[in-house]
């Protein structure tokens, strides 16, 4: 009977991480807010709470009281050694990038922005280039992730100058925790093979 239950939580584990998590992202009026979803679990990523903030600052002051420790003099490797290690950990990490990007899916992105320049020929260089830049951007995205919805209003101001710009952007991310992890897992198992072995 024992065992069944575990099996049954093991599964019912495997149905949660299954489960994609979110992160949503919103800009407006120059202040960036970040908050994490996943089941009915929210959670803010950003801006910090203030308490983290304070405890930040009074680290450096017990930093300073406390005497610096001496790093440990170990043999150096030859530069020849590492290029090798690193030629031989880039297929693993493009083999987890690839995985990981194909797990994100890129569920909405609305973007609304203001164009102002200083003249009417100056605002109609920079719609040009913000044009250019957002979609070069979503043909990016859109050959690596999956994209459900990308909207772009773009608008052009002449009559404020330079201070009429503004932007306002607001994003949803999901990801599958389990893609995620097998990934991150797996780079570290076979990684982590080739450092040790590289340390012998």
């Known amino acids: 009977m024992i065992a069944l239950w575990i099996i ?29 979803r996943w089941l009915f679990l929210h959670f803010t990523l950003w801006p910090l709470p203030e ?21 440990k003099a170990g043999e150096k490797r030859p530069f020849m050694d590492w290029l090798q290690l690193i030629n031989d950990l880039l297929p693993l990490l493009g083999e987890a990038l690839q995985k990981t990007l194909g797990a994100i899916t890129l569920k909405r992105c609305r973007i609304t922005m203001t164009v102002a320049g200083e003249d009417a020929a100056q605002t109609a260089i920079r719609y040009g280039r913000a044009n250019a830049l957002l979609y070069t951007a979503y043909a990016f995205l859109g050959q690596n992730i999956k994209v459900k919805e990308f909207r772009a209003d773009i608008r052009q101001d002449y009559q404020s100058g ?35 072995k590289f340390l012998k």
């Open 51 to 71: 308490k983290d903030k304070a405890e930040k600052e009074q680290k450096p002051e017990g930093k300073s009281e406390a005497a610096p420790k001496k790093k």
């Open 162 to 196: 330079p201070e009429g710009e503004a932007a306002d952007a607001d994003l949803l991310v999901r990801v599958c925790p389990m893609v995620l992890a097998g990934a991150g897992f797996r780079l570290l198992w076979q990684g982590g093979r080739l450092y040790l």
């Open 8 to 36: 049954l939580g093991v599964l019912a584990l495997i149905l949660v991480l299954l489960l994609p998590a979110g992160i949503a992202v919103s800009y407006r009026n120059g202040t960036l807010t970040a908050e994490g």
